[in-house]
């Protein structure tokens, strides 16, 4: 079982860049709510829409893993301290849940470019259309915000967990050789992806949050390189 929580914590930030490199092929970083920009943005999905649903199709198989990498995390640490591991559980599916919606946003938003495109406004006017698609872009953002904050406190808990938690109560033996470096770096990633709220204001500010996404990919490589060398039992159950 071990072996194959492994597989997915190596699978699961390959998945993540192969959508990131087909999302910025089809339309850069995503579709833009500006009123001087969301017409462009519509005609970019529309002109790539294939690679478009593409990445989407990619990114919510990346947050059905996601959802298995939490109960992966809490099946596996809950031995050293169950509040900490269900902490961590909940703010990584939680953050997967609002990714998916944002995603559910993106696939309407696409349907958007299609009726701009062909003129099918169904009476309400080329207006109209860019002003819904404005608004669902806006909560697709918004979701996604939430979202990072949830990784981030799912995050934070892993760390705590694994640099502080006791390493006896039920954990397996091999659960005391993690390397607390392993910790450090997803707490201080989940602090960075926290900051996720700055781009908001600044959208060029998203590179804080996305060098803490980067660093939550090296605390996962780090725990597949863990698990599958030392092969360690899940906690078990009192």
């Known amino acids: 079982m071990n072996r194959w929580i492994g597989v997915l914590f190596v699978v699961f930030p390959i998945v993540v860049v192969a959508t990131v490199i087909v999302q910025v ?3 850069g970083d995503g579709p833009d709510p500006a009123k001087d920009k969301i017409a462009e943005s519509l005609a970019d999905i529309h ?60 696939f309407t938003v696409t349907r958007l470019a299609d009726d701009l495109a062909q003129g099918d406004a169904g009476g309400a006017g080329g207006g109209e259309i860019l002003d819904l698609a404005r608004a669902i872009v806006m909560l697709s953002e918004f979701a996604t915000m939430n979202g990072g ?27 005391s050789t993690i390397p607390r470096w392993i910790g450090w770096v997803a707490g201080l990633s989940g602090v960075l992806i926290a900051l996720i709220w700055l781009s908001a204001a600044e959208r060029d500010l998203f590179i804080v949050p996305t060098v803490g996404f980067l660093g939550s990919f090296v605390a996962l490589l780090g725990l597949a390189w863990w698990l599958l060398k030392a092969q360690p039992e899940p906690a078990a159950v009192d």
């Open 149 to 175: 904050t949830f990784l981030a406190l799912g995050l934070i808990a892993l760390g705590a967990l694994l640099v502080w938690a006791p390493q006896s109560g039920g954990a397996s033996e091999a659960a």
């Open 47 to 106: 002109d790539n829409e294939g690679a478009f649903l593409v990445a989407q199709a990619f990114d919510i198989a990346t947050n059905v893993l996601a959802a298995g990498l939490a109960a992966a995390a809490y099946l596996l640490f809950r031995g050293r301290n169950r509040p900490l591991a269900l902490l961590a559980f909940t703010g990584i599916l939680a953050s997967a849940l609002l990714f998916m919606l944002a995603d559910v946003g993106d």
């Open 25 to 27: 092929a089809a339309v």
